[in-house]
C-alpha cells in the first residue's frame, strides 16, 4: 500500500523566526501521524530548516531545482547543491513556474532526471488551465505533460519520482474540484504510469495540489488513487497541515472499505 504522503509548499514565505515557530509545531504533531511529512521551503532557508528538521522524520525539500548540473547560470540552484542540505524532495513543473517562468514540459522534464540523478525525489506538477477545462483538454494537456517526462526517464527511473495533479482552474477562481473530478484525472495519471512501468503504477504517489484544506481532506484522500496531497497556504499553519495529514483514512481503514 502506497504511504500517504503530505508536501508543505511554503511558496515565497517564511522568516527565520516564523520558520522556526511553523517547524517546531509541526514536529509537536508528527510522531503521531501513519503518514510522511515533507516540507519544501524557499532555497535561502534550506540549512535552517535541515538544522531544525535533523532526526525529526520530516523530510525536506526544495521549490525548484537546475536543469543543469554545473556551470555559468548565475542565480541556479543545482540538484547536487540541495543533495548537500539533505534534501529529500524537490518541487519541479509547478504551474507558477510554468507561467510565470515560462517553463516547458521539456524543462521540467530535464529538471527531474537532474534531482532523480543526484538522489533527490522529484514531484512532478501537472494539471489543466480554467481555459483547458472547459475546452474539454484535460486529458490532452495530462497526457502531454506527463509523456514529456515518461519519454525521457527509464522505467526504473518512473518508479522513484512524485506526481502532484493541480487543477489549475479550481485554485483561487472559486470553483471547486470534487473529490470525483480530481479522482478522474489522478487515475488518467496512474494508468500513464502503468504503462510505463508496473512498478511505477502500482508504487508511484499521485497528490492533490488542488487547494487541500482541512475542510475536503478526508473526502479527496478517499479515493483510490489520492496518495496525499501537495499544501500551499494549509501549509504555513500547523495546525492546518496537520489536521490534513491527519485526515488520511488509516490503512486498516481503507482495508476495510475494499
Known amino acids: 500500500m502506497r504511504r500517504k504522503l503530505f508536501a508543505g509548499n511554503w511558496k515565497l514565505n517564511g522568516n ?82 510554468r507561467e510565470y517562468h515560462c517553463e516547458t514540459n521539456d524543462d521540467v522534464a530535464n529538471k527531474a532526471q537532474r534531482a532523480l540523478a543526484a538522489g533527490i525525489t522529484p514531484i512532478i506538477c501537472v494539471g489543466e488551465t480554467l481555459g483547458e477545462r472547459e475546452k474539454e483538454q484535460t486529458t490532452g494537456i495530462i497526457h502531454a505533460q506527463m509523456n514529456a517526462i515518461l519519454s525521457l526517464l527509464d522505467p526504473h527511473e518512473t518508479a522513484d519520482i512524485v506526481v502532484a495533479y493541480e487543477p489549475i482552474w479550481a485554485i483561487g477562481t472559486g470553483k471547486t474540484a470534487t473529490p470525483d473530478m480530481a479522482q478522474e484525472v489522478h487515475a488518467i495519471i496512474r494508468h500513464m504510469l502503468e504503462v510505463k512501468s508496473a512498478e511505477a503504477g502500482r508504487g508511484v504517489r499521485i497528490l492533490y495540489g488542488g487547494s487541500m484544506r482541512p475542510e475536503n481532506a478526508e473526502a479527496l484522500l478517499r479515493m483510490p488513487d489520492i496518495d496525499g496531497g501537495l499544501i500551499g497556504g494549509a501549509a504555513l499553519r500547523a495546525t492546518d497541515f496537520l489536521s490534513i495529514a491527519a485526515a488520511a483514512p488509516s490503512p486498516d481503514a481503507r482495508q476495510t472499505e475494499k
Not at 44 to 51: F, G, H, R, T
Not at 60 to 84: I, P
Open 16 to 97: 527565520l523566526v516564523a520558520n522556526g515557530t511553523l517547524l517546531r509545531g509541526i514536529k509537536s504533531g508528527a510522531d503521531a501521524m501513519q503518514v510522511e511529512l515533507a516540507v519544501c521551503v524557499p532555497a535561502p532557508y534550506l540549512a535552517q530548516c535541515s538544522e531544525i528538521l535533523a532526526h525529526s522524520g520530516i523530510a525536506l525539500g526544495a521549490q525548484d531545482v537546475s536543469s543543469h548540473t554545473v556551470g555559468a547560470y548565475t542565480g541556479e540552484v543545482s540538484a547536487r547543491m540541495l543533495q548537500d542540505f539533505g534534501c529529500r524532495y524537490v518541487i519541479v513543473g509547478h504551474s507558477e513556474r
